[in-house]
């Protein structure tokens, strides 16, 4: 008997991250069983995954498993888990807006659904917040186009634009858009402000924890004390954001702002959790960008940003350029109201085939 089994897959460049994409009816049902064949294709726990195709970096340890939906005004469902390379962990507890990118040209590469001409939009149930995204893909002779002219930063090079719409993301995963009930708390003796709108997330003036918030993001993996200190701020701001014990979650993220240098609206350096994102996410954005229009907010604080038309466009700035959010807000007496975020993301299908891992993982129950 053959000791390896092979799984479909294909692995797609979505946004800033790589990960494996699934069909959920080729893996197994049961969660346990699920995580174990995932860990083996990935090749985790190890620093490197040498032993499977892992790139060894959360950024690029990441899967996403599409199914078809039966929920109505949706057309797949997306589920996204995040594969730890140095601990045998799988992570449900967080939404990936990146590798979300994928899944429209996923869904229509595998047939999950029908192109239309000249763009195919996609709706999309995102299971870990409960939510819908609506992704737009260049499908002009019925197939997925991934040349084009759009530039993200953190990519090389140019591809075809995925316009990518969320609604209702506020709270999605805290429960309220200022989950704590405040708009600034004192955590671990620092002023942060706690925010989910699709991404829980810790904003911290940069300046408080004895950064500048302009660090290359290994010269801040490096600063032991900053790090600690900025994991105690998370542990104890999860609680606050209705979150639990989180010392071995993914969230909240927390991110250190400063003042923006090249034209955007602010500077972020993103913990996710423990090692520093070389961009920012795209819910993190969504939520960062959310935060700078909240009257007395950490945030707006550092970026002096006024609301003046609706759908506002603000550029947050990252390690490695900026990242575009669109936001479609009210103003109201009791605060800000965001019916939707909108931003552009790119994707590119770099394999597809088959990803052999042990039959013992596959029989682990």
Same mark, same amino acid.
């Given at each position: ?19 494996? #994409? ?20 990935? %090749?985790?726990?190890? +620093? /490197? ?28 469902? #997306?589920? !996204? ?38 763009? $195919? ?9 409960? $939510? ?48 704590? %009930?405040?708009?600034?708390? @004192?955590?671990? &003796?620092?002023?942060? $402000?706690?925010?989910?709108? %699709? ?13 500048? &918030? #302009? ?17 105690? @701020?998370?542990?104890? +701001? *999860? ?10 979650? $993914? ?12 034209? &955007? ?6 913990? @996710? ?22 009257? &007395?907010?950490?945030?707006?604080? =550092?970026? *002096? ?16 350029? #900026? !990242? ?6 009210? /103003?109201?007496?009791? *605060? =800000? ?21 042990? /039959?013992?993982?596959?029989? /682990?129950?």
């Amino acid at each position: 008997m053959n000791d390896q089994i092979a799984v479909p897959c294909s692995v797609i460049r979505g946004g800033t991250s790589k990960g494996l #994409y699934f069909h959920a009816g080729d893996l197994p049902s049961e969660s346990a069983q699920r995580d174990a064949v995932l860990l083996a294709a990935l %090749g985790s726990p190890d +620093a /490197r995954e040498i032993d499977g195709m892992g790139g060894g970096h959360p950024l690029t340890s990441k899967v996403a498993i599409v199914k078809l939906s039966n929920r109505p005004g949706a057309d797949v469902d #997306y589920l !996204f888990l995040q594969i730890w390379p140095d601990r045998a962990e799988v992570s449900d507890s967080q939404n990936c807006g990146n590798l979300l990118a994928g899944v429209g040209p996923f869904a229509i590469e595998e047939g999950l659904v029908t192109p239309t001409t000249p763009v $195919t939009r996609i709706r999309i149930w995102m299971e870990n917040t409960n $939510t819908v995204a609506i992704a737009s893909v260049e499908t002009p002779d019925g197939n997925v186009h991934y040349d084009g002219e759009t530039r993200i930063d953190g990519v090389p090079g140019t591809s075809a634009p995925i316009p990518i719409e969320f609604l209702d993301v506020a709270g999605s995963s805290c429960g309220s858009l200022l989950p704590s %009930g405040n708009t600034v708390d @004192i955590v671990e &003796g620092v002023r942060v $402000t706690c925010i989910d709108n %699709g991404m829980p997330v810790v904003c911290v003036k940069a300046d408080d924890v004895g950064l500048t &918030g #302009y660090e290359e993001p290994a010269d801040i993996e490096g600063n032991v004390e900053v790090c600690e200190k900025v994991e105690r @701020i998370r542990r104890a +701001a *999860g609680i606050l954001m209705n979150l639990g014990d989180v010392s071995d979650t $993914t969230v909240p993220k927390v991110s250190l702002l400063a003042p923006a240098k090249n034209g &955007g609206a602010i500077m972020t350096r993103t913990f @996710i959790p423990t090692r520093v994102h070389e961009a920012i996410g795209v819910f993190g954005a969504v939520s960062v960008a959310t935060a700078c229009l909240i009257a &007395g907010s950490i945030a707006s604080e =550092v970026a *002096g940003v006024s609301l003046t038309r609706s759908p506002i466009t603000m550029d947050i700035e990252h390690p490695s350029g #900026y !990242f575009s959010v669109s936001l479609v807000v009210d /103003r109201t007496a009791t *605060g =800000v109201v965001v019916s939707s975020a909108a931003l552009l993301r790119t994707a590119r299908l770099l394999m597809r085939g088959d990803v052999f891992v042990p /039959r013992s993982k596959w029989m /682990r129950s």
